[in-house]
């Protein structure tokens, strides 16, 4: 039978992420020692409380209903977790569960867009950003993030005709890939910007616990009139070591929330009521774990960034997530190919800048998923390579 598939499946080959998973494991099949700083997934346990509330509520057989719903204490969770953390109040009807964030941006351009109405993402920026939108039949156009103006978008370059045009922009600070925060400033100007141009604003904030050398990680809803023009996904993937878990939310504008629960309502049957307890637990816990893996988390990457300006190849500190962005050595001019050579050469698995836009071109992406000892230990891997030319 020839099976005819979609159109669109030809826009999206295999991930980045399985391809660099078979490099590695055809790697170790050869007895080679491999440090895996690809994939951002946390090497640390969620807490035990947490735990502990997931497996009682698990021995408990009514919880193996379909939860349909949020439950009250989970919205409760959510609520408290932005008073305190963010200093935002938001009400019952600013939040809804999704199965992580991964998964909201997938569908949320779905309630949003018709055919040809244009999404604006970055670029560089997650995958994620612009296959949602082009998932939903939107046009996805991308906005320019350069090291010239601190990797935030040039508000007042843009096309106006383009933005008469566009439904919606993805926002994300701190931003995987390129571990750059951006200032209180930037908010305040995006938006009333938003308002003027009737763009709703989508925000990703996964990494506002994951923030150094002092800097707050915030809320894009603590900005006058953003519930107006803008909703965030807030996730427990990476403060709270939650990933598998699937949980993350939608907060802020209560319109954007309503119409989106009845697209979720559709598709499936609520968030498994054990899940919804442990992150319970989790929000409602203290904050001195969350913190304490965060400077754990920049321990690594001064061991990382700090251990390869030594070694003579300059890469910038992070300034937030769970990653680090370098540039390839000056002699390279592939960043797919350095990828693959330095994981022949030192056994080092990095994620190639190109698979992030046309602009993470000539750029690699650190996880800093490893105890500082074993960054150390990839740090002298690539120096003994030979790649690096101080």
């Not at 949320?108 to 560089?124: A, E, K, M, R, S």
């Not at 007042?156 to 045009?165: G, K, T, V």
């Not at 571990?179 to 938006?191: M, Q, T, V």
């Not at 002699?331 to 990828?339: G, K, S």
């Amino acid at each position: 039978m020839n099976i005819q598939f979609a159109d669109r499946m030809k826009d999206y080959e295999s991930g980045i992420f399985q391809v660099l998973n078979e490099k590695k494991d055809a790697a170790i099949r050869q007895g080679k020692r491999i440090y895996n700083l690809s994939v951002g997934t946390p090497d640390f346990a969620p807490a035990a409380h947490v735990v502990e509330a997931v497996v009682k509520a698990a021995q408990r057989p009514e919880n193996y209903k379909y939860a349909l719903i949020d439950i009250p204490e989970l919205i409760e969770a959510v609520q408290l977790r932005y008073r305190k953390r963010y200093d935002v109040a938001l009400a019952a009807d600013e939040i809804m569960s999704v199965y992580g964030s991964q998964e909201g941006i997938a569908h949320i351009c779905l309630t949003l867009c018709n055919p040809g109405d244009v999404v604006l993402v970055p670029n560089p920026g997650y995958p994620i950003f612009g296959i949602g939108p082009s998932l939903a039949g939107a046009e996805v156009v991308t906005y320019d993030l350069t090291e010239e103006n601190h990797y935030l978008p040039d508000l007042d370059s843009m096309d106006e005709a383009l933005l008469a045009r566009a439904k919606c922009m993805v926002v994300s600070y701190p931003l995987n890939p390129v571990c750059k925060a951006a200032p209180d400033a930037f908010y305040e100007k995006l938006i009333p910007w938003a308002a003027a141009h009737e763009i709703l604003i989508i925000h990703d904030n996964a990494y506002s616990d994951i923030i150094y050398d002092g800097r707050v990680g915030k809320s894009i809803l603590r900005i006058p009139g953003a519930k107006e023009t803008a909703v965030e996904f807030y996730s427990l993937s990476k403060s709270y070591n939650y990933t598998g878990a699937r949980m993350s939310f939608l907060t802020g504008n209560r319109e954007v929330v309503a119409c989106f629960k009845r697209l979720r309502s559709q598709i499936d049957y609520g968030t498994y009521l054990p899940v919804q307890y442990g992150a319970v637990a989790a929000l409602t816990g203290s904050d001195q774990t969350v913190k304490e893996q965060c400077a754990q988390y920049q321990e690594r990457r001064d061991a990382l960034c700090g251990g390869l300006r030594k070694i003579g190849w300059p890469v910038e500190d992070s300034e937030g997530t769970m990653f680090a962005w370098a540039k390839i050595p000056a002699e390279y001019t592939d960043d797919v190919a350095f990828v693959m050579e330095l994981l022949e050469k030192s056994g080092v698995l990095c994620t190639p800048g190109s698979s992030f836009g046309s602009l993470g071109k000539g750029h690699v992406r650190f996880a800093l998923t490893m105890p500082v000892e074993k960054i150390r230990e990839a740090v002298e891997a690539i120096a003994a390579s030979g790649m690096i030319r101080s």
